[in-house]
């Protein structure tokens, strides 16, 4: 059964850095793409970051140059370092994962993941 849990998230003001992380249980990071999401209240689900089976990032425009997605095979984890953290940045951040070999590129369309954590709250203000 795979698991996704998040953690790492939290209340910062703006110009703050947190990273969170999303341990994996049941799926080996790296065999196919992963990827963050966020859901503001009233909004709906955007893709922030993904990473492909290869190393290959996508990054929505509006975190370029901020925050950076990474993976440690080694604790099989996935990485969301998030910098110069901003108030519109406030929403629950989501891990995905694609199904196993079948998705190999970074993609932030949520429609190519089929496991996902529970999510964590990442409160910016300013």
């Known amino acids: 059964q795979v698991q996704l849990v998040e953690s790492g998230g939290g209340s910062v003001q703006a110009g703050g850095s947190l990273r969170l992380s999303c341990a994996a249980s049941g799926y080996t990071v790296s065999s196919a793409c992963m990827a963050w999401f966020r859901q503001a209240p009233g909004k709906e689900r955007e893709g922030v970051a993904s990473?492909?089976?290869?190393?290959?990032?996508s990054y929505a425009d509006s975190v370029k140059g901020r925050f950076t997605i990474s993976t440690d095979n080694a604790k099989n984890t996935l990485y969301l370092q998030m910098n110069s953290l901003k108030p519109e940045d406030t929403a629950t951040y989501y891990c995905a994962a694609a199904r196993w070999g079948w998705f190999l590129t970074a993609s932030l369309t949520d429609s190519k993941y089929t496991y996902w954590g529970q999510g964590t709250q990442v409160t910016v203000s300013s």
């Open positions: 990473v492909g089976s290869h190393g290959g990032t």
